[in-house]
């Protein structure tokens, strides 16, 4: 059964600090990787897809990250600002299941 | 180009109820998901369809079903709503089987 695990729950940083978030998952055969997040009572707004054939995708200041073979993935965030600040979540779309698989999230605070 | 549109937005229900809620996805998508959110067990997957079809469905009990038409809008339904189905409940839309997931902006549930 695969489990998605991002640690730490929370993180509180000062403004303009560079950023890495972490993703785990249990097991391998996925066909991609989904990095969200989402501002408080709202829905998931989708930052980065990386396909399970990539190492990296870049969008702006974000840049993630995935080794398929170790089972990670990260999130950088460069130069952070406080309108960031939001939960971040990754999730893995499962090898022949068609569903994505959540991590807990991180809920990210960027303090001016 | 429009979003994933989720209605309502906001339902109170009483126990013993019953539930429907709709989601529009992207105009071409043909993917549908439904998930349930929770503080306590974030989100987790209740089921899928393509075309019409349901091709996966989660770990949910049968009192949750859901169908999809054949412009691809999607219903789900709850019946004898108990008070542990409070949630954020968020819908996605995918073009295709395994690509990028779009969410809506959920319908938040209470049932009292």
């Known amino acids: 059964k695969q489990e998605v695990t991002q640690i730490p729950a929370a993180l509180s940083v000062p403004e303009g600090e560079n950023l890495v978030l972490n993703c785990s998952f249990t097991?391998?055969?996925?066909?991609?990787l989904q990095w969200f997040r989402q501002d408080p009572g709202k829905g998931l707004t989708s930052l980065l897809l990386?396909?399970?054939?990539?190492r990296e995708q870049t969008s702006g200041r974000l840049n993630a990250s995935l080794d398929k073979s170790s089972g990670r993935s990260t999130l950088y965030i460069a130069a952070s600002q406080p309108g960031d600040s939001a939960t971040y979540l990754c999730?893995?779309?499962?090898?022949?299941?068609?569903?994505?698989?959540f991590g807990k999230g991180m809920k990210l605070t960027v303090n001016p | 180009k429009a979003g994933v549109t989720q209605t309502p937005r906001y339902l109170i229900k009483t126990r013993g109820q019953q539930v429907t809620l709709s989601c529009s996805p992207i105009?071409?998508?043909?993917?549908v998901s439904w998930y349930q959110q929770t503080p306590g067990q974030g989100l987790q997957f209740l089921f899928e369809?393509?075309?019409?079809?349901?091709?996966n469905k989660g770990n949910f009990p049968g009192r949750f079903s859901g169908r999809q038409f054949s412009n691809s809008r999607s219903e789900m339904n709850v019946s004898t709503l108990e008070l542990g189905d409070s949630a954020l409940y968020l819908c996605?839309?995918?073009?295709?089987?395994?690509?990028?997931?779009?969410f809506g902006q959920g319908t938040r549930l209470t049932v009292v």
């Open positions: 996605a839309s995918s073009l295709l089987e395994n690509t990028e997931a779009f």
């Open positions: 097991d391998s055969a996925i066909y991609n």
């Open positions: 990386i396909q399970s054939s990539q």
């Open positions: 999730a893995v779309l499962q090898g022949g299941s068609e569903k994505l698989v």
């Open positions: 105009s071409g998508h043909r993917s």
């Open positions: 369809y393509f075309s019409e079809t349901q091709r």
